[in-house]
């Protein structure tokens, strides 16, 4: 059974740094890639970063671009989203997910296979 499980979501100033991580229970044949999502209040949920499990190639949404970094260690199989200079707009319910790297690195919602329960992220002075 697939499982994935966030952590490390908490508050922060703005400027500041937060690392989540995603623990992945297993990687089913042609479920290769990995995306993190953000949805803050109101709004839809929203891709922000993806990884090929297999290469490690990534792709970032234009609006995280320079400030989040995703990795994987297949050994663990955990992916990780490391946030630095945090701004207000940031702030949200961040869920990881799985589907086929087929059509891009970047996870759109109607190609996620499987969800995390979701860890938020408030951003805030």
């Known amino acids: 059974q697939v499982q994935l499980v966030e952590s490390g979501g908490g508050s922060v100033q703005p400027g500041g740094s937060l690392k989540l991580s995603c623990a992945v229970s297993?990687?089913?044949?042609?479920?290769?890639?990995v995306s993190w999502f953000r949805q803050g209040p109101g709004k839809e949920r929203d891709e922000v970063a993806g990884?090929?499990?297999?290469?490690?190639?990534?792709k970032y949404a234009d609006s995280v671009k320079g400030r989040f970094t995703i990795s994987r260690n297949n050994a663990k199989k955990t992916v990780d989203l490391q946030m630095v200079s945090l701004k207000p707009e940031d702030s949200g319910m961040y869920y990881c997910?799985?589907?086929?790297?087929?059509?891009?690195?970047?996870?759109?919602?109607?190609?996620?296979?499987?969800w995390g329960q979701g860890t938020q992220v408030t951003v805030s002075s």
């Open positions: 997910a799985l589907g086929s790297c087929r059509g891009g690195l970047l996870l759109s919602r109607a190609r996620v296979a499987y």
């Open positions: 297993t990687y089913p044949v042609d479920w290769n890639c």
């Open positions: 990884i090929g499990i297999t290469g490690g190639a990534t």
